[in-house]
């Protein structure tokens, strides 16, 4: 019988949900099958169900993951930047043009909004959860002030990212979509 080293699960689940993550930014929660995603994982359909209870479970984990990840980038991002430079430097990077290109690796909410949107309550509740942490690494970079205002205004400014990176993807003239993220970036940070 051939044995596995003790963090074999852990690591393959790890897999299933990058992979997961990566195929939902790019086609779509409904576009990817289980066995599609399996196979691009390098494991079999069978496998599936020793990791995940239902394509739900994995679309829950797949959006807290992917959402994650944005946020441990733009963190470090913030924290490493000049002194005063963190929110420029959390604008700049995600209202990329890179960032815009790159669909499948890139932050999971402008991808996947909308379905989540209609998805069940536990997935929901993950991205809620990850958009208030998104929230919080941009207020860590917000001015002083009444904490009730800082936290609006990352609100906002969360939501104006997501959603011109949405728009940019959506339209189909490349200098419209430049020109909403020049647009946003400017209304972020001002002139």
Known sequence: MMRYPKDHKAR????????AARAFRDKGIEGVGVADLMAQAGLTHGGFYAHF??????????CRHGIGATIETLDFRARNAPPGDGLRT???????????????GGCIMP???????????????AVTDQLRALAEVIARQLPAGE????QRR???????????????????????S??????TRAAVLGP
């Open 12 to 19: 393959t689940r790890r897999r299933i949900v990058e992979t």
């Open 53 to 62: 209870a239902s394509k739900d479970a994995l679309v829950e984990e797949a």
């Open 147 to 150: 904490p009730a205002a800082r």
């Open 90 to 104: 959390i604008v700049r990077a995600y209202l990329s043009r890179s960032h815009r290109d790159d669909r499948a």
């Open 111 to 125: 991808s996947l909004a909308g379905e989540i949107a209609r998805h069940g309550p536990a997935t929901r509740h």
């Open 178 to 183: 430049d020109a909403i993220l020049d647009a």
């Open 154 to 176: 990352a609100l906002a400014v969360a939501a104006s990212l997501v959603g011109a990176i949405a728009l940019a993807r959506a339209v189909d003239d490349p200098a419209l």
